[in-house]
């Protein structure tokens, strides 16, 4: 069945209530784990139906943000959705209690048990206003910069569509897209802030009231993460020994080979004189041209990428209203990974169909293997591998896109690679201070943002444009308002996927045999334990960064020794 034939009927509450309530007491009086296991068989059915039909209204939504009829099914689903997760936490409660927890773990594995002991914790009736609120606030900025219109060059452009003249060759023309974009952003500058500090406090409060210090906590077991924040800051400061001198030298050549004085905010994106490599053809073009490679790559993908695109399971064409994201979502009931995205004509569009691939492959798989829904997806950290790694596994078939400008899009890519560790470790690092000091005004929480831009962007110019000076940047980072504390997942997966990049020059085939065999294991294992799997090596420990930077440095030198115009 294809994605525009999936029926949407809003789910009565009451009755998937009743329903769970009914087998969870089945499963508190059956007599044997064989018994305990029919019944959880029978829960998951409710719970992928509930989970299915909220998936298809987000996706809808996030489709046209401007859409009222699943406009008012997201304020149900954000209205309703606490009450499912009060029944939803009384099934992991259940499960922990079980006098047969050994065999269950024997038959289902220890994964799902971890993943029950941090959702036990997350949740009490007592937050459920509180997580209706949190998620009406998300909703409001994702409408906000979804439905954002730019005037730039006599026309209205959406963010997305802005984005191609910050990377145009003229550097005039950047600057100018650059200050228009940054205007609309001090335009909604006191709307950013008061929705940014409700948020804060919102989850500050949901934490406090479940017995945590700070949401802090509360965030590393939404995340089901089994490493914790000093691991996180360890990292963050090896990032900084070992990561930023090269990442600040790269800028420095990039500057050289651009030809100008200083690098501003608007060159960092801008790689070649020439201009940055493009997909040399439409979107229709694109997609065709993604189906010869994933045809070529291996069967596994060739019938994957098929049966994506017979299901019509891509959405990736930029159209007003659509919300200015890009993500990988499964549809349990409906057997479907579902890939949304925003080409604009850039080398982005590229990435963000591989990336999104990524997920949507490892999904694809694990549906197949995994009998659990908690299996269909790994751990954030573990499933941006996924995504970061397949962006490698695709070097060979770069051609396909890039044609004359292929090795200006393998140097690209991996300069930009190196680049944003350190920038997006910036931005973990403000979170955590943000959330130790919930009650940080709005300007403090700008300064603590540019005195982190010094620490880990020591080369950012912002070229005098008033909300950047003023430390406004991070506010158009999704994440930071709607999923805090994701983005070091995308650090720590991106050191593995360079892991996987390296095995992959010393031997292709067995390093894509070890990328299927953990996209099968799914969500069954641990970040630590499909890292052990795949015999890749833990980005928490500074070896790994010490090795990565020298092999990624010389790959980058032969990528450069051929002269970019």
Not at 457 to 467: A, H, K, L, V, Y
Request: one cysteine or more.
């Amino acid at each position: 069945m294809k994605f525009s034939e999936f029926q949407y009927v809003r789910p009565d509450i009451e009755q998937v209530k009743q329903d769970m309530e009914q087998f969870i007491q089945e499963f508190k009086d059956a007599t044997s784990a064989a018994e305990q296991i029919t019944i959880i068989g029978k829960i998951n059915e409710i719970r992928k139906e509930f989970e299915s039909t909220q998936t298809i209204a987000q996706i809808r939504t996030t489709l046209d943000t401007t859409d009222p009829f699943y406009e008012k099914e997201q304020d149900f689903f954000n209205e309703k959705t606490p009450e499912y997760e009060h029944v939803d936490s009384q099934f992991y409660a259940a499960l922990l209690e079980t006098p047969f927890r050994a065999e269950l773990e024997q038959s289902l594995g220890k994964q799902l048990f971890r993943f029950a002991e941090s959702k036990v914790k997350i949740f009490s009736p007592e937050v459920m206003d509180l997580l209706t609120e949190e998620s009406r606030l998300t909703s409001e900025y994702q409408k906000l910069i979804a439905t954002a219109k730019v005037p730039f060059d006599g026309a209205e452009r959406t963010l997305s569509q802005l984005d191609k003249f910050i990377l145009n060759p003229n550097r005039d023309v950047r600057k100018r897209a650059a200050e228009a974009k940054y205007e609309f952003f001090a335009r909604q500058e006191q709307v950013l802030d008061e929705l940014y500090d409700k948020l804060v406090k919102v989850r500050d409060s949901i934490a406090k009231k479940l017995g945590f210090t700070n949401f802090i906590e509360l965030a590393y077991l939404r995340w089901n993460r089994t490493w914790d924040a000093n691991s996180a800051a360890l990292f963050r400061e090896n990032v900084v020994k070992h990561i930023v001198p090269l990442a600040s030298n790269l800028v420095e050549k990039q500057r050289q080979r651009l030809g100008v004085n200083k690098m501003k905010i608007y060159d960092e994106r801008f790689q070649f004189p020439s201009g940055n490599p493009t997909p040399k053809g439409d979107p229709d073009w694109i997609v065709e041209q993604g189906r010869r490679l994933y045809s070529e790559l291996s069967v596994e993908t060739k019938n994957f990428y098929e049966e994506m695109m017979e299901r019509e399971l891509f959405d990736l064409v930029n159209k007003d209203g659509k919300a200015n994201v890009g993500y990988c979502t499964v549809l349990w009931k409906q057997q479907a990974p579902f890939v949304f995205a925003n080409f604009n004509g850039t080398a982005n569009d590229i990435r963000v169909l591989v990336h999104e691939a990524g997920h949507a492959f490892q999904v694809y798989q694990s549906l197949k293997e995994q009998e659990l829904p908690e299996y269909f997806f790994p751990t954030m950290e573990a499933a941006e591998i996924f995504s970061m790694s397949m962006e490698f596994f695709v070097f060979p078939w770069s051609e396909l896109f890039f044609k004359e400008d292929t090795d200006k899009h393998k140097f690209a890519h991996l300069h930009d690679a190196l680049v944003k560790i350190p920038r997006l470790c910036a931005g973990d690092h403000f979170q955590h201070e943000v959330y130790a000091n919930p009650h940080l005004t709005a300007q403090e929480r700008k300064q603590l943002w540019l005195e982190l831009e010094k620490k880990y962007m020591p080369e950012r110019d912002n070229d005098q444009i008033p909300f950047l000076n003023a430390g406004g940047f991070w506010q158009e980072v999704i994440h930071i308002y709607e999923v805090p504390f994701y983005l070091i997942d995308y650090t720590l997966a991106q050191v593995c996927a360079l892991e996987f990049w390296r095995m992959s020059n010393e031997n292709w085939e067995a390093a894509w045999e070890t990328y299927v065999k953990l996209s099968r294991l799914g969500g069954s294992k641990s970040f630590s334990e499909l890292l052990e799997e795949g015999n890749l090596r833990s980005p928490f420990e500074e070896h790994t960064l010490l090795e990565l930077k020298k092999f990624v440095g010389e790959q980058l030198e032969e990528l450069g020794a051929k002269e970019f115009e």
